[in-house]
Every structure is written in C-alpha cells, then in structure tokens.
C-alpha cells in the first residue's frame, strides 16, 4: 500500500552518505509523502518521498541543483541531501528511479496560512507585516537567484504569529525557465495569463501570485472576488477560469465598479479597505489592473517590501488597543486618522515620525530604527537606533544612536551637533538626522 | 496594553454537499456492505483534516441508501465535525431510481442554497437497477445542480453493470471498478477527497494524465479538471 512505503526505524542512506531514521509519517501531498528522519547526530529533518509518478527525472534534475545551491536565506525549508531508492536497494524493494529529498523540518510554531484565513491563527498587524515583509524578500531572494518558484499559493508558506517569522517550503518546484517548469500553480493563485492557457509559471506569474497571497493575508478576501463571483451559483472549474482567466476584474478597480465586493458576501474586503495606508491601496490597485494585463508591469517585490516595512514600523497603538496604521499621505492630505475599532473611532493623536527617503517610523517609547530606515537595505534585523526617554526630564524623547558610525543631528535653525554611537537626538519636529547616505526627519 | 483582534471573520466559504449514494441490496450482504462500512467510517477524520485544511468549502455530509426503496439515513446535511457513519444492512432490490428521486428532491432549490461549490456524489454499486432508474437519472440531469454535481461510482465486482454507471456519471473515467477489497477500500479513500479537489484545487502539474493512476506507491488519483465533462467552456457557467 503507498502508506507505508516507510516505516518506523528504517534507515536510509544519502547521496552524501548521511544515515537517515524514519521516525513517523507527517503526511500525505500531492507530489509524494513526508516522514520525520532522524540523522546520525539525533537532528531531526524532513523527508519528502515522490510518489512513483512524480519521480521523473525532470524532477530529479530540478531537486540535484537545487541541493547544489543551497538555500537562499534561512526563511526557506530547502532541499539539502537526496536519498536515491537504487542506493537503498539491500533494505527496500524500490523501483529504479525512486528519490526523494532531505530538509529542515518545520518547528511547531509555526502555523499555515489556511490557519490565518480560518482566523485559528491571530497574529497582531505589526507581525502580520512582518511576516507579508519576509516572505516577499524570500521569493525575491529565488528570482534574484534566477529562480521562479512557480506556485505561490496558502499552502507551501508557514509563519509564527508571535514574531512574524516565516518558512517556505515546497521549493522542489522551482525552476529557471518556464520550459523547465512542472506547475502551472494553485487554482485561485495562477496569473490569468496561466489560466487562459497562453503562458506557464514564471518569475512575473509569480509576482501577480505573490499580491493574491498578499492580498488574501491582509484583507482575508479575494481580489477578483466581488459581484462577479456572487451571480455565480455554482463555483467549478468553468467559473474559476472566467473569474481569475477569462474576465477577471479587480474589486476596487476605480475604472470598472462591476464587481464590487457584496456586503454580507465579502465584508472583510469592505472592513479592511479602508484600514490600511493609501499607499497599500494603490499597489493592490495597480496589482489587479495593470498587473492583470500586463505582466511586465507588475508590483515587484521592493515596492512591497517599501509598503509593508512602512506599515510594520507605522503601528499607532489607540487608548481602546487597537493597533491603527499611520497614514502619511492622509496626514499630508490634511486628513485626520481615527480608530478603525468601530466601539471606539476615537481621533488619534498624530504621532511623532521619523522618515528617510521612502522610509517612514513611527516614534514612540521603545520604537527602534532598523539599518532598513536609514540605509534603504531592507535590513530589518540590524538595529541602528532606539527611541528613549531623556533621563532628567521625562517629557523630552530622543533617538538613540544604536548604530557604529556617527551621525549629524541638523536642528532646525541649521546648528549641527554630532551624535556619537551611544548619544542621543532629540526628537524635534522640523530636526534632521544626517546619516552620511542619507538624510532622515523628525516630522 | 493588550492588543484588540484583527477585525472581520473567516475567509469566505460556500457550502459543498457530499453525498455517499449506497446500494445496499441483498448482493451488497457480507464481505461488501461490511467493507464498504468501514471504509466510509475511516475516511471521516481524514476527510475532517482536509476540510479543516480547506478555507474555501463548508463540507456538509449525507448518505442515501437504496433497496427496496430508498432512503436518506442521514436527513440533513449534516456539517463533517458532526458527521458519524451508521452502519448499513443489505437486503432486497436494487431501487436506484428511487434513489436519484429523492437526490432530485434535494438537489432543487430550495432546499439547495443558489450559491454553493458543485456537490459532489458518489454511487456505490455491485448490480443492475430493479426499478426505472432512466426516467429519475434524465430528471436529475435536468437539474442545474445535478448536472453541475461531480458524480462518481464505484462498481463493486464484475456484476456491477458499468454501464448505467456511466450514464449516472456522464464519464467512463469516473466509474471506478473495485475488483477486489482492497481495490475498494483505495477508491472510497479517493473518493471522499473530491471534495477537496472540486472545491480547493490543488497546484496543477503541467504532466497530468487524466486517468487513473494504479501505481502501488501512488494513491489512486483521477484529474477532474481533464475530465472533457468537467471541462472549462466560460458558456458552462452557471
């Protein structure tokens, strides 16, 4: 029976000639099973073994090279030894060509993105954009590599609500050219190009897979999902492919208000809407209506990554514990932000903020700066500065320089003061930090 | 300062009906009805665990057994966290015609919601119709719920006449053909995921085959979406 290919105890042998133990099954894919392993130093990992009509050796070639690179940063579950079933032969009556591949195995706290959707999974927004954040740099981190991965979708992505963590798994697709690839990609996810059959997975299909995966996290609805899909009785193939293929059209499309989402049907595209910064908005607008047609003109991963480390670092905490997001083009536009908490929709006090380029922070106590915020990196590990209270007088706050160069702090009447590695600036409206690249302002 | 929950609710979901259609004539008595019982009863938690997986369907579960007559054993759709398999009994004819009557009944709207994934049934059988099954089958089909219902048999053994169960499932490739129990147990197994696949598919692999595949490794799988009934014509939408 194909349950129980393995079974508890057996010992398999890599390619590398590392002993893998079987200590359970984990479960059951499309493509093959996966078994917790134990190597020979007690460490445990994945293994994913193909089901026979997976095991081709297309597939072969894919998971050898990808074992060759190595992984591109530690967000991925990435391939890292092969088991080959020829190798095994004296314990296991495999058939020629049988394989699979070892990995990190998944830690237990992380949670699927189904668990977000279903709301088992709660994380805060600041994590929840963080987590957005990470796992757009991973995918950039494959393109940048050459790679596209080809089936962004909810169910190869894991992320841990207490930190916004996340882990990407299921990268046995991922190819460098569409010829090479084996998915077309997840019904629901697929570039509209896909689904009308006139191109395959690409690193730019993944782009537009990549903002409905946004998209779905952030507003826990479908872009294409609005009247459209509720005059549909019956959601099957043919339906799916008119929705997300043949006319797809954006909910919020400002141009085309035929498929608006349906009270009743789709409130949380109508809740959250409205809740998130401008700029979110606009880059969901150009993802489903520019990004629909035109595959080269797609919101790529540092205009994401811009949006969402603005939104992570943007959090405005209300009295009532929501966590509300400044908006700085509304603030510029002379609106005033309230509380989306509907019990509440108290007038929030505007925040002190720190910006740099296209880089914002909001100030509060504790709130630290990141190399991201004054480097533009997109590091947001590297802590380069940390907001604290003046030790004499409470009421006066300051940026800590966290950071090993020194920066200038430029009041605004043009004095220059130097801020050491371990001093403090000021947080003064109208004061600017220069940091050698770049130059950032109180506002 | 404690944090205040993300607002809204659940993805938005559509109910998918499933429907375990089961011959339980007297041929069915023994090995068969007995295998078929613990079959079905074995894929519930599994079939829990993917509908739990899945965000896009509410999975509701019934069973209709045929004999002498037919009858809903469960009599309502009944959500799968609540669903608990009862034990069929063969004995008598083989009334399928009653069957699809009553499945007709249940497919019409009302009581069917105007918006829902395709339900999804699955005939089990090991014989010939008793009654006047052509008239019920034609007055289901001409039902938008019943045409657009993914529809699957299982023949049991080599008296099942395949042939009315393709006209049941309007697909040769759908009439899946237990030779022997262990062949059964597998098809019901596969079976009781299309509801996953009718209603969240998985990530489409560019070398499908539509056919069903027998590797001894491989779980049974038929690609619905190549199936040529199941097709992707925009004019099919309904």
Known sequence: MFDSIFTEGDALVSDMGNRYEIIRKLGEGGQGTVYEVEDSNGEKHALKWYFKKFATDKQKNIVENLVRLGAPNSTFLWPEDIIYGEDNDSVFRFSVGAFGYVMPLRP???????????????????????????????????????LAYGDISFGNLFFDPNSGEVLICDNDNASYSNEEMSVYGTPRFMAPEIVIGKARASRNTDLFSLSVLLFNIFMLSHPLEGEQEVKIKCMDIPAMNRIYGHNPVFIFDPKNSTNRPVTGVHDNALIYWELYPARL????????????????????????????????????PCSCGAENFYDMQAVQSG????????????QLTTPSVFTCGKNQAVLQKGAILYSHHINNDYDIDTVVGTVVQNPNNPNLWGIRNDSKTNWTYIKADGTQIPVAPGKSAMIVKGAKLNFGLDIGTFI | MAGLKRPGGELSSRPLHFIWMVDCSG????????????????????MLDAANNNPYA???????????GASWVTTTPTKIEEFAWSDLEADGVTNLGAALNLLSAQLTIPPMSDRALPPVIVLLSDGQPTDDYKTELSKLLSLPWGK??????????????????????????????????????????????????????????????????????????????????LGADDADVW
């Not at chain 2, 509410?58 to 002498?68: G, K």
Request: net charge positive; hydrophobic share 40%.
């Open chain 1, 108 to 146: 237990p706290n992380y949670r699927g993105i189904i668990d977000l959707m279903k709301r088992r999974a709660e994380p805060s927004f600041k994590n929840l954009c963080k987590a957005a954040f990470s796992l757009t740099k991973g995918y950039e981190r494959l393109h940048e590599m050459g």
């Open chain 2, 148 to 229: 657009k219902a993914v529809r699957i048999a299982i023949a049991i053994g080599g008296d099942a006449d395949k042939e009315v169960l393709a006209e049941f499932t309007g697909n040769k490739e759908l009439v899946l053909e237990a030779k022997n129990r262990e062949m059964l147990v597998k098809m019901i197994k596969w079976a009781s995921t299309a509801a996953s696949m009718v209603s969240s598919p998985a990530s489409q692999s560019v070398d499908r085959e539509s056919t069903a595949v027998t590797d001894s490794d491989t779980p049974l799988m038929v690609d619905l979406d190549t199936l040529p009934s």
């Open chain 1, 281 to 316: 908005r606009e880059l969901f607008t150009k993802a489903f209506t520019i990004g629909l047609k035109e595959p080269q003109r797609r919101v790529t991963e540092k205009e994401w990554k811009t949006a969402l480390a603005n939104m992570a670092f943007g959090i405005t």
């Open chain 2, 27 to 46: 041929s069915m008595f023994g090995e068969k009805i007995g295998t078929v019982n613990h079959a079905i009863q074995d894929t519930i938690p599994e």
């Open chain 2, 58 to 68: 509410q999975l509701l579960v019934r069973t209709l057994r045929f004999s002498d």
């Open chain 1, 335 to 346: 609106k005033v932000l309230t509380c989306w908490n509907s019990q509440c929709r108290k």
